[in-house]
């Protein structure tokens, strides 16, 4: 299995997330630094991290490129990188594709969804399992999604949502190639409980994991 990061120097909602330290290192190598045993790909526009991964002897498995220009920018989708990744080094078989934003995610979390894949299923989702009433904002008001008000239902019987919590995607390259989708047509939705799920992406979240590093010593 190969695994394909990619990380900007930017970030909108949390300024200089990547680069603030967690547990005593930057955030991108906190996640990094699990990975000694994969062969992995950093896609970057970060002078500044293509320069630290190469001095670091900690992180010789890691391939580190500069991204194209023509793809820089917050408006170019995962998928395109990926598609251009996978074209330039010629992938071949099974993809894991995550962020350094999720630093509790669990190595041995990786290894079982990787085995998921040789039972059939063409792409492993890291997801949310949930069991809520949930309403939606229309125009006139609110609605609800999954459940009837006037038969009030117990949680547990309700229908299961699973929401993608972008800790990581596993594919096969030449089904990738076919529809520049990470989520196959026989998907399974691994679902990730606390604190593992935690994705940064507001300085809530931010405020979060610095508390759970501090628990987790």
Request: glycine share 2%; hydrophobic share 35%.
């Amino acid at each position: 299995m190969k695994i394909f990061i990619p990380i900007k120097e930017n970030s909108q909602r949390v300024p200089n997330k990547n680069f603030r330290e967690l547990s005593g290192c930057p955030l991108y190598k906190h996640t990094l630094l699990k990975l000694k045993n994969f062969e992995v790909y950093v896609d970057t526009d970060s002078e500044h991290i293509i320069r630290e991964i190469r001095e670091d002897e900690r992180l010789r498995n890691v391939n580190v490129f500069r991204r194209k220009r023509f793809l820089e920018g917050d408006k170019t989708s995962v998928c395109r990188l990926i598609q251009e990744w996978i074209s330039d080094y010629d992938i071949q078989g099974v993809v894991c594709q995550l962020h350094v934003t999720s630093p509790f995610l669990k190595v041995e979390t990786l290894e079982r969804a990787r085995k998921l894949i040789d039972t059939g299923y063409d792409s492993i989702v890291s997801a949310n399992r949930i069991q809520a009433r949930f309403w939606r904002e229309e125009t006139y008001g609110f609605c609800p999604v999954n459940h009837n008000p006037t038969r009030l239902q117990q949680t547990q019987d309700l229908p299961v949502y699973y929401e993608e919590n972008s800790l990581f995607y596993l594919f096969k390259s030449e089904n990738f190639v076919r529809t520049n989708m990470r989520i196959g047509e026989n998907p399974f939705f691994y679902t990730c409980s606390f604190p593992e799920n935690i994705d940064i992406d507001t300085e809530d979240d931010w405020e979060m994991a610095t508390l759970m590093a501090v628990k987790s010593i």
